[in-house]
């Protein structure tokens, strides 16, 4: 049986079910990395004064063995031995319309990285495996302006505001000038510039811009799996503000 990892909705429905339903603690299956299907690694910066947490997350255990993952191996920051917060635990869940198991992943504390645009190289690793994650940045505050050399902003012209750092990746990209709202694919996104043009209808004078977007830091490298590597930074980290003033002729 697949594990479940999501919590379950508190809704007139589920709580009817809950009702109904069989709770207990699932069975922890201590394993190497070697019998982990799926491994992979989330960063989640809680605050620059409490540090964050590393979180090793999986799909399930390898055929045959069925529970929540304890895992003991070792975790570093910068060649740094972590201290771990749990080795993983969980409870199954049984309903009149199936079940399965919550899991809670394996997770260790990890202190502030430095305030610079270097790679904080993070690392889980047994005698079976290995697993490496470069992010980018984590720790450093976000700005955003005009792009140095902009050209004269005109109604219908180019305009490219510049994102630091560069290596972040920005996704779901919606750009608010005046009335108009932009979004893909009239905003371009890459290595830190984010391009559109200037709605032919706004009028010469001082005009914000304001931005919507999820921000996560770049991935420097991932291995074994780049699609498994994720990291999220706190609030205090995003730019003071999301929006900017430009001069139309």
């Known amino acids: ?49 409490e540090g964050g947490r590393l979180v090793l997350t999986y799909d399930s255990l390898q055929e045959g063995e069925y529970g929540c993952l304890r895992y003991t191996g070792k975790a570093r920051l910068n060649g740094v031995e972590l201290e771990q917060l749990t ?27 430095p305030w610079t645009e270097a790679v904080s190289e993070f690392e889980i690793a047994d005698d079976t495996g290995q ?17 140095r050399g902009q050209p004269p902003i005109v109604p ?34 890459r290595n830190g510039r984010i391009g559109f043009l200037v709605p032919p209808s706004i009028q010469a004078g001082a005009k914000d811009v304001s931005l919507d977007m999820s921000i996560q830091p770049g991935t420097a490298h991932c291995e074994p799996d780049p699609d498994r590597c994720k990291a999220w930074i706190p609030s205090e980290l995003a730019p003071g503000t999301t929006s900017v003033r430009v001069n139309v002729r």
């Open 156 to 189: 219908g012209g180019p305009l490219t505001l510049a994102w630091s750092p560069e290596t972040d990746q920005l996704t779901g990209v919606a750009v608010r000038m005046g009335f108009e709202t932009l979004s893909f694919p009239e905003v371009a996104v």
């Open 1 to 49: 049986m697949r594990t479940i990892r999501c919590r379950l909705p508190f809704t007139l429905l589920s709580a009817a079910l809950l009702l109904r339903c069989i709770i207990g603690p699932a069975d922890l299956v201590e394993a190497p990395l070697e019998r982990v299907v799926g491994p992979g690694l989330e960063v989640w910066l809680s605050s620059v004064s």
């Open 131 to 147: 697993l490496l994650y470069g992010v980018s940045s984590l720790a450093v505050k976000r700005t955003v302006g005009i792009r």
């Open 87 to 113: 080795a993983g635990s969980g409870f199954f869940v049984i309903t009149p319309i199936g079940g399965g198991l919550l899991c809670d992943e394996p997770e260790w504390h990890f202190p502030t990285p």
